[in-house]
């Protein structure tokens, strides 16, 4: 990764937003490649999916949406990517960074229940008693938001496995966290609390061209997720919330006015 080195990265989520921005500060030339009609689609609003956009463009990357990759050309080492439609984009190295899927061929060889990931229930057990699994690899009960999710973070990886050693130990214990995220990307950090699961309002507090602004995730004013961009007073306020299934009216939370400690 030295500069003038063409980069093209496939997939906008964060490893391929992260990665982009990286190696444009190391002064690569970076096109991102995105199958989806937009960057970050899978985790957050577009609102936050466009702030990045335009951050992203500032800094001089492409990012080229609605686009499959076809093949990876060249003869000793790659030298170009070809999308669906014909179009090629030269590349003196590829990132592909586009999800995972968990490794479950140990789990299923020992006859343990899987289904996207390990089965594994509050206490982290699968269903062989005398077995535990976390991290990425699991599909766990969301005691929170009341269905199963796997969730590929660390901090999630760290909490499971607190609660799988816990268990272990003779001490009964339920991985009951609220999930949280977070991702760099230039100057700009994404802090994100819960899951974006079946909400019915979405509310903005702050600008979002000023930098600094945080999208609230609703259902019936209950706090479902936030995403706090620069913000980190909204992120450990929503995160609390999430926690207490607080509810809040929603006109509030928009007014910046509003101390979120009052509200």
């Given amino acids: 990764m030295t500069p003038g080195k063409r980069m093209v990265v496939i997939g906008a989520g964060y490893i391929g937003l992260e990665t982009a921005a990286a190696a444009r500060k190391l002064g690569l030339e970076v096109v ?6 937009r960057c ?22 492409r990012i080229v949406t609605n686009t499959r990759v076809n093949a990876l ?32 061929e140990l789990a299923r060889a020992a006859g343990l229940k899987c289904e996207n990931g390990i089965l594994v229930d509050e206490q ?3 269903s062989d008693t005398n077995i535990y699994a976390a991290g990425d690899c699991t599909s766990h009960p969301s005691i929170r938001y009341g269905d199963r999710v796997r969730l590929e973070s660390v ?10 050693a816990a268990n272990v130990c003779g001490k009964s214990t339920q991985h009951a966290h609220t999930p ?8 700009v950090k994404l ?13 903005i507090r702050g600008d979002p061209n000023s930098g600094q602004f945080s999208v609230w995730y609703l259902k019936g004013n209950e706090v479902l997720a936030v995403d706090a961009i620069n913000k980190p007073g909204d992120f450990m306020t929503g995160k609390r919330w999430i926690g207490e ?12 006015t509003q101390d979120l400690k009052t509200l």
């Fill in 32 to 37: 991102v490649l995105e199958m989806a009609d």
């Fill in 191 to 203: 802090q994100t609390a819960g899951l974006l699961r079946d909400h019915d309002q979405l509310v």
């Fill in 73 to 104: 050309l060249g003869k000793q080492h790659v030298e170009a990517v070809q999308c669906s439609d014909g179009t090629t984009y030269p590349a003196d190295l590829v990132v592909v960074g586009v999800g995972i899927l968990p490794e479950t």
């Fill in 155 to 164: 901090d999630n990886a760290v909490e499971q496995a607190r609660t799988a």
């Fill in 40 to 61: 970050l689609n899978r985790v957050t609003a577009p609102i936050v999916s466009d702030f990045y956009s335009r951050r992203h463009a500032q800094a001089g990357v």
């Fill in 180 to 187: 949280w995220f977070w991702s760099d990307q230039y100057d």
């Fill in 124 to 126: 982290c057990r699968t």
């Fill in 245 to 256: 299934r607080k509810h809040v009216a929603p006109d509030r939370l928009a007014d910046v």
